[in-house]
Every structure is written in structure tokens, then in C-alpha cells.
């Protein structure tokens, strides 16, 4: 363990398998997984068509370069251009680095459509990912003295507050970028009307609507997408978590009037690769298959039901989120410890906000799994809240 970089305080055990909702560590001891990589293994862990996708393109073709097309490069995102109505992919290896994109791509556009405009609007507790630049976009707090100098040319606003929003837009602004559903920040979904009223803000003000679905795509909110929820479209949309069920994959995806890199402007070594393409290609079959969606809203619905039913008991003061990524919170800032006692009782869960637990198990939840993590969290609650 020594020649790990300690970026995280991780406990000394060793996750070595994993099926479905649950993992083992090192002891052979079980753990109901409501954390899931932080919501990237949507189909459970190591699903079956996940393996045989892998397994099958890996004695096929795993890189020839993003310098050629692949068959999986064309076929995906074909499917993902159809299903969010956007016209133009890029891929990523990772969420951070399709945000990264989608600036670059607005700002780009501004030098072209906007006489240079470059400054984005983003949001207070907003999480973009951890590079330079998408930290800088980020509203976490803290994050603002790290890492200086930060790039240049976001201005944060409070978050759903369109009015903010209208007072921040000087000649400068090129685009917003919103989470709909603020995930890191604690599940927070943005309200409707604001949602739909930026959509026209922007489109009256010349601007373009970022919406950043790492977290919430990929049938995470019991939507395709979670912008489906609020009947708007995004011109630059960005995926990633869910898209490779596990795999490292993300997306930058466009709408050809604002598709407007150059060539040598966007690249990267691995991006489009087809091993991680027949992962999401897997992925898309999964979660577009009948009854997917619905299987998700039932047992979001479940779940919240339980919360509903145990929140006395439990100190639960709201339930709130979409689909399969929920949150309980508390009176009290106890998630840090939830989250401990749930380790050491095989309850894997999250805390985003000291008084918020973040739920988001796998997509193929089942009932019984929903029984279990009653008995998990009410073992785990016991003495704390
Ligand atoms: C909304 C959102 N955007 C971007 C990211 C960054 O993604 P990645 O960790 O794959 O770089 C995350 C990760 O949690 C996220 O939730």
C-alpha cells in the first residue's frame, strides 16, 4: 500500500470481486454496493454482456488509433446522436476531460459567433470534475484557493437562480453549464421552471446551454437523460460515469451548429478506442431494452417508499433525487460516520454533504437488494442519528 499515492483516506481492505450489487474484499466479507464507483457500474458490477462485449473485441480490435474510424466509433455514436437528438460525439476517457471539451468547444465557438466571448456561467456547488479548467468551473467550496492560479473565465452564480444568472451575462458570456440534478453537491435537482426558463434565456441571449450529465445520463434518473425530465435540449451535452458501465469512457456530444472544432483542435490517444466503445455499446442495448426504464422507476419508488417508512426511525428529514440516484438527509452532520458504521456492517454508501447520504445502486436493483439495504442502514443507524 505504501506506493499508492495517498489521495484518499482508504480503509485497509482490499475490494477484489465483484457481481451484481455486491462485492467481496480480501476476507471474502460481502458488501451491499450503493455507491457503485460513484454511480459508473449502472448495470451492477462486472454485468454479463459488459464481460462478453470486452471479451469478445478485445480478440478483435482494441486500438488502431482514433486517426481511423472504427466500427464501434460509427455505430455509437450513431445511437447516442439519435437518442439525445444531438448531432456530433467525441469521446473521452473521462468525465472531467469531456467537460474539459465542451468548453474548449464554447469557447471556440465564441471566437467564431460571439466576437470572442469565452466567460461561462456556472453554478455554486456545482461539480464539472477535477482538471485544471473544470475545477475552475466547479462551484465546491474550497475549491476555489486550491490549485491558483485557476483558469480564467468562469463566473458562478447561485445555483437555480435565474435571475443571477440574467445579471451575470455581459457581452463576454458564451454559454451556462448546468447540472440539472447537482449530484456532488448533494442531489439536488434544479427546479422546472428554472430549467425551462434558462433554456429561453440563453436562446434569447445568443448563448449556449451546456448541460453536464456525467452523473444523471446514461438512465441514472430514470430518463435516458435527465434534461429529458425538464423537455428542454441542451446544445452541447456532456456523459460519462454510467455510458461504460464501468469502463472509462465519456462523452462530448454537440449540436452541429455549434460543432465547430478544426481539425487538431480535440484529441487524445485512447478516445473512441473500440474496446471501451463495445462496453457502451452493451450499456445502450441494456438500458434502451423494453421495460429498463420502468424497472428503474419502480424500484426508485420502492426505495423511496422505505425511506418514507423508516424516516422516523431513521432521522431522515428529506428524501429527494430521481430514478436510482436518491438522497436522505439529516438533522444532524452524522453521514460521515453512516458512511463508516456502514463499512464495517457491508453497506457501502456516500456522503456528499456532511448531513447527506447519497444513494445510487446499480440499475438492475431488485427488490430483495432494497430489503437488504433496509436491514444494512437500520443495523448502521442504530446509535447515531
Ligand atoms: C456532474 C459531474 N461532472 C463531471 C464529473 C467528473 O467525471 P470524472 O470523474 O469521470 O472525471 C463528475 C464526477 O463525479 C460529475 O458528477
Known sequence: MKHVMPIADRPPIIMQRGAGSYLWDNNGRDYLDFVQGWAVNCLGHCPPEIITALTHQSSQLINPSPAFYNPLMLSVSTQLAQLSGLDHVFFTNSGAEANEGAIKLARKWGGIHRDGAYEIITFTHSFHGRTLATMSASGKPGWDTLFEPKVPGFVKVPYADLDAVDAAITPRTVAVMLEVIQGEGGVIPAPHSFVQSLRRLTQQKGLLFIIDEVQTGIA????????????????????????????????????????VFEYGDQGGTYNG??????????VLQAITAEG??????????????????????????????????????????VAAQLVKKGLSNGLLINAPRPNVIRLMPSLRLTESEIQDFDMRFSLTQQGIS
Open 220 to 259: 441514472r434518473s430514470g430518463a435516458l437523460f435527465a434534461h429529458q425530465h425538464y423537455q428542454v435540449q441542451p446544445d452541447i451535452l456532456t456523459l460519462g460515469k454510467g455510458l461504460g458501465g464501468g469502463v472509462p469512457v465519456a462523452a462530448l456530444l454537440a449540436k452541429d451548429q455549434c460543432s
Open 273 to 282: 478506442n473500440p474496446l471501451v466503445l463495445a462496453a457502451v455499446n452493451a
Open 292 to 333: 429498463f426504464l420502468a424497472s428503474v422507476h419502480h424500484h426508485s419508488n420502492q426505495l423511496q417508499t422505505l425511506i418514507a417508512s423508516r424516516a422516523t426511525e431513521w432521522g431522515v428529514t428529506e428524501c429527494r433525487g430521481m430514478g436510482l440516484l436518491l438522497a436522505m438527509q439529516f438533522k444532524q452532520d
